[in-house]
């Protein structure tokens, strides 16, 4: 089973990888294939939910695909995203909002992004563990100008360093970089003794994550440059649907294979009943 401890166990040893899921059955594929962590990212918005961006999820969003996805999974880890707007009103807000999460779904630890030390520390505090999230946080896309990559100047690179120590030195035991220049993202990894999980940040960091819709080719959308599709089942699912299509019009499905049948005896005396003859 992974913990906490695979995490600090593995660093600067063995690479971990890390899915994003947001239903049962997929967790349980990912669980199969024996991925070490889930999260269960408020990017559930955008591919489960149709949303824009991730602003509008809620803590039941959250809460609802977190039990399911907990559900599926034997050995690997479960986070759960902290939604916008659950965290950044108060310590206690985020203590209370983070205790939900994991009471309510059973996941093992939460993420949060953005550098809120003083909420982070007090859900460490609260025995949480914590991955943070740094670079590109989609929550504050709005105040970001769009989904850019970061750290590319020197005040910002120097920024996000300083953020990641303090964001260790409260407690995180991950951190997420999203979006980052190679050479930041391996200095963070070399400086840090916690994991960083790269998403576009390289394979410089201890972990990668990627959205399953993304790296399985189930969307069809312009990926990002970071993406890899390593499989195409946008294709394949699009291809099974026109085939269905095409054989319920001809007939050819359902085939005597996929049909119950029944004894012509037992047939003719429903007949004979129903028909009275
Ligand atoms: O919500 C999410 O899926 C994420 C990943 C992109 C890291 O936060």
Redesign the pocket.
């Known amino acids: 089973m992974v913990t906490v401890n695979t995490f600090k166990e593995n660093k600067g040893k063995k690479k971990m990888t890390m899915i ?1 899921a947001y239903d049962y059955l997929t967790a349980k594929n990912i669980d199969e294939a024996g991925i070490d962590a889930i ?1 269960v ?3 559930l918005g955008m591919v489960m939910l149709g949303y824009p961006d ?1 602003l509008a999820v809620t803590m039941e969003d959250m809460i609802h695909h977190g039990k399911a996805v907990v559900r599926g999974v034997k050995n690997t880890f479960v986070v759960v ?1 902290m939604p916008f707007m659950s965290y950044q009103a108060s310590k206690e807000e985020a203590i209370r909002n983070a205790g939900r999460l994991m009471k309510e779904t059973g996941c093992q630890a939460v ?1 949060i992004e953005g550098a809120y030390i003083d909420e982070i520390k007090a859900i460490t505090r609260a025995g949480i563990p914590v991955v943070g ?1 740094l670079g590109l946080t ?1 929550q504050s896309v709005n105040s970001m100008g769009g989904y850019k990559v970061q750290a590319k100047q020197k005040e910002s690179a120097i920024k996000l360093i300083n953020d990641c120590i303090a964001l260790q030195e409260a407690g995180c035991f991950a951190i ?1 970089l ?1 979006c980052v220049p190679r050479r930041i993202a391996e200095y963070i990894t070399k400086i840090l003794h916690i994991s960083t999980i790269g ?1 576009g940040a390289s394979n410089e960091c201890d972990c990668q ?1 990627l ?1 399953w819709q993304d790296m399985t080719g189930y969307s069809n959308n312009e990926p990002a440059k970071f993406v890899k599709k390593f499989a195409n089942l946008h294709d394949e699912e699009v291809k099974a649907f026109s085939e269905y299509k095409r054989e319920v019009e001809a007939m050819e499905y359902p085939s005597k294979e996929h049909t119950y049948m029944i004894s012509d005896d037992v047939y003719n005396e429903v007949m004979k009943e129903v028909e009275g003859k």
């Open positions: 994003t999260l990212g408020d990017s991730t995203d993420k999230h989609p997420t999203e998403i994550v959205v």
